[in-house]
């Protein structure tokens, strides 16, 4: 199963190159960088491991995928994505989402089904992922 979270999720995995490119993208309008990880992509799961700080001072691309580089190496078999975040006026939000690692076999999601009073039927969604423990990685 391929996780299709973020901007360009329905795309091939972008290259380095394309990375560099969307990065620069990204600085160029005075946006924030930031680089996350997780072993569980869940929609729901917000909340992903930062690795280092936001990148506020950051102008050149190349100091980005500098940090792409090391989180992939470090977290080699979780997903990391790149955010960019537009701390103007008005907006204060992410602009900008998207995959830059996926592990090499993505476990998916299972829907559950539930019965509850009055033959109401809920559904969840669980990540095949948290069936596994969590890796332990250095914070």
């Known amino acids: 199963m391929r996780l299709t979270q973020g901007q360009f999720s329905f795309l091939p995995d972008l290259t380095d190159g394309e990375i560099t ?33 936001p ?7 190349k100091g980005v995928m500098m940090e792409i580089d090391a989180c992939r190496k470090a977290n080699p078999d979780q997903y990391v994505k790149v955010l960019a975040f537009d701390s103007s006026e008005g907006f ?3 602009r900008m989402s998207y995959l830059v690692n996926r592990p090499a076999d993505e476990p998916g999601f299972e829907l559950v089904r539930a019965e509850g009073p009055g033959r ?11 069936a596994r423990p969590e890796a332990r990685h250095g914070a």
Do not use: C, I, K
Not at 25 to 41: H, I, K
Not at 120 to 127: G, L
């Open 21 to 53: 490119m969307q990065v620069q993208y990204a600085l160029d309008q005075g946006w924030a960088v930031a680089v996350e990880f997780t072993r569980d992509p869940h929609p729901r799961n917000t909340y992903w491991t930062m690795w280092g700080n």
């Open 55 to 61: 990148m506020f001072d950051l102008r050149d691309a």
């Open 92 to 94: 204060e939000t992410v």
């Open 120 to 130: 109401r039927v809920d559904y969840t969604v669980r990540s095949h992922a948290t």
